[in-house]
T-cell receptor, first 113, second 114 residues
Framework: GENVEQHPSTLSVQEGDSAVIKCTYS??????FPWYKQELGKRPQLIID?????GEKKDQRIAVTLNKTAKHFSLHITETQPEDSAVYFC????????????FGRGTSLIVHP | EADIYQTPRYLVIGTGKKITLECSQT?????MYWYQQDPGMELHLIHY???????EKGDLSSESTVSRIRTEHFPLTLESARPSHTSQYLC?????????????FGPGTRLTVL
């Protein structure tokens, strides 16, 4: 089955800095990579995703990059703000009826004002 | 409004009790999932379902069972609750097939077993 490794487990940055969270996956059949943000006491919510036919996707201050050859994908947050503080989860799956997403263990991002 | 709902939101019970955590979604999603999560920690998949009459066990064996008699409803039952079951339980749903597999999570049930 799929195995997803996520690093770092904790990331502390100053407001305005950039933050990068990295994930690796093992199953070459995986072709869909979502990122979820979970604020304290809230449910995880999708913030950005990427499919394997795309190398990079951006949405305002967040971007995701994918390297299929190396089997890794990363979340980039620029100009971080205190409201970016949360736990971020990456996941890998294959778009198809029988696949179940495999999640990374999560990264706790702390943005200091 | 299309959403995913969980009840109860908070539950405190004694050891040995049987409990059922409810999950319903109004989005018409085929797939549904149950996760166990300690606050801010990793998501452990307990059970999932591809559709009506489909149930599968996840990675975490938590002595629980699920049923999927209706598309919108996916209850989780603990036959005999133990203190080790104290955690938050998150239900989620997603579309099946190539239309995308984004998961939508419910607000969670925070369970405390005394």
């Amino acid at each position: 089955g799929e195995n997803v490794e996520q690093h770092p487990s904790t990331l502390s940055v100053q407001e305005g800095d950039s933050a990068v969270i990295k994930c690796t996956y093992s199953d070459s059949a995986s072709n869909y990579f979502p990122w979820y943000k979970q604020e304290l006491g809230k449910r995880p919510q999708l913030i950005i995703d990427i499919r394997s036919n795309v190398g990079e996707k951006k949405d305002q201050r967040i971007a995701v990059t994918l390297n299929k050859t190396a089997k890794h994908f990363s979340l980039h947050i620029t100009e971080t703000q205190p409201e970016d503080s949360a736990v971020y989860f990456c996941a890998a799956t294959s778009l198809g009826g029988s696949y179940i997403p495999t999640f990374g263990r999560g990264t706790s991002l702390i943005v200091h004002p | 409004e299309a959403d995913i709902y969980q009840t109860p939101r908070y539950l405190v019970i004694g050891t040995g009790k049987k409990i059922t955590l409810e999950c319903s979604q109004t989005m018409g999603h085929d797939k549904m999932y149950w996760y166990q999560q300690d606050p801010g920690m990793e998501l452990h998949l307990i059970h999932y379902s591809y559709g009506v009459n489909s149930t599968e066990k996840g990675d975490l064996s938590s002595e629980s069972t699920v049923s999927r008699i209706r598309t919108e409803h996916f209850p989780l039952t603990l036959e005999s609750a133990r203190p080790s079951h104290t955690s938050q339980y998150l239900c989620a749903s997603s579309l099946a097939g190539g239309r995308g597999d984004t998961q939508y999570f419910g607000p969670g049930t925070r369970l405390t077993v005394l």
